[in-house]
DNA sequence: CTCTCATTCAAACCACCGTTTGAACTATAG
DNA sequence: CTATAGTTCAAACGGTGGTTTGAATGAGAG
């Protein structure tokens, strides 16, 4: 029928990703995700060991491309001398929406799947989110601050974090609207809506 | 010993509202929450109905005196004529945040049940907290329209929108450090850096 | 062909879930 | 005191959760 190439673990992690990200950690089943993924409920187990080491690996496997993406651009802006706010921000939110630009419909289950990891109500969960985005994050922090010269740092990381925050709800479409109600906005111009308003806030909103 | 005033049903909502706010709705189970409250299983569906009648109901009380305090504020900005952009943020965000400063670790636990409910996974949850939300809503949106004259329909949404996800995030502390490390912000100066940053963005940030 | 090892499978395990039941208790009204 | 309505209780219901087991299956190596 369709790629056999697939294996069970990949179609294990591809439907994790769905499931989990719509449902939510707690309300996901693993027969729920076997029986979509046409496996085994044993599989996981086979292939994890558990249900929360099944959602280690998909958000392992979905932030990767997202980390290396932000610290390629990072390494490029610091390459070329002090980077500006803008830039610092558009190289951390683009490759955070790029997810959903370049893959199709997958782009779109994998945003909203890391968004929900980010704002899940377990701690454990939510820090399985943190330990993937920490290598970064110094980074991001460091050159906001050195941006922002002017501005304590206690505000940097509170522009941080509002950063941070926006693009996962952003991404997980968690304050959206009843479908039908809205069409999905378009990734290209919401990730410049996005920027245009973090950088106004950032330069005009920061207490120095 | 202490207060023997509270009912049943008001421990019940009290405790409600405190682990649904850390566990969420699908991670917290009604025998968790019979046992601190110290009543019966059965209590629940005597009492409620079910458990999502509980949440429902607990949703309403926590969200019944920030309504009541969002409308009362803009009666009276609209009585004076034309508001501005940073009168209406703040008298959107703060009746959000003096939630935690009336009440003292009450005030905590009902501003992070309030902003978990908001981003539940589920979307029957999340809709409870819009069914509260919304009459309030349409009333700001076309406010903050008026006074951003130039500004697009669908930027004011989307200025909205981030405003109501960062308010939820900031009750939340959703993506707050591991406890311990970072000192718990004062509620007040959180109110306030968090207007100064959404003013800015407003005034700067949103597409023409 | 045979042995080996990775993978898949049906079935079961046990714990916990939300909900229901019917009896026991409580207090107030007649 | 007695009836009555409101509340609490222990116990059980059926269903579902994550996890485990041990046998069956498959392909590749010697």
């Not at 029928?1 to 309300?27: D, V």
């Not at 454990?124 to 922090?141: G, H, M, N, T």
Request: proline residues 4%; neutral net charge.
């Amino acid at each position: 029928m369709e790629a056999p190439a697939e294996s069970t673990r990949e179609r294990l992690l591809n439907i994790a990703e769905q499931r989990f990200g719509e449902g939510g950690y707690e309300g996901t089943s693993l027969r729920a995700i076997t029986v979509a993924a046409a496996a085994n409920i044993a599989a996981v187990n086979y292939h994890f060991g558990s249900k929360e080491a099944l959602l280690r690996a998909a958000v392992t496997r979905a932030m990767a491309p997202v980390n290396i993406e932000r610290r390629r651009r990072l390494d490029q802006l610091e390459a070329k001398g002090q980077p500006t706010v803008e830039q610092l921000i558009r190289a951390f939110i683009e490759p955070g929406l790029d997810v959903i630009l370049r893959r199709g419909e997958r782009g779109r289950v994998v945003a909203r799947f890391i968004g929900r990891v980010a704002f899940d109500p377990s701690r454990r969960i939510r820090e399985l989110y943190s330990a993937e985005a920490d290598p970064v994050e110094a980074r991001y922090l460091a050159a906001l601050q050195a941006a922002l010269s002017q501005a304590a740092p206690d505000s940097v990381a509170f522009g941080y974090l509002n950063m941070l925050g926006l693009l996962a709800m952003h991404q997980s479409q968690a304050l959206s609207r009843a479908p039908g109600t809205e069409e999905v906005e378009d990734p290209g111009r919401l990730a410049e809506n996005l920027i245009a308003f973090l950088v106004a806030a950032f330069d005009h909103g920061l207490r120095s």
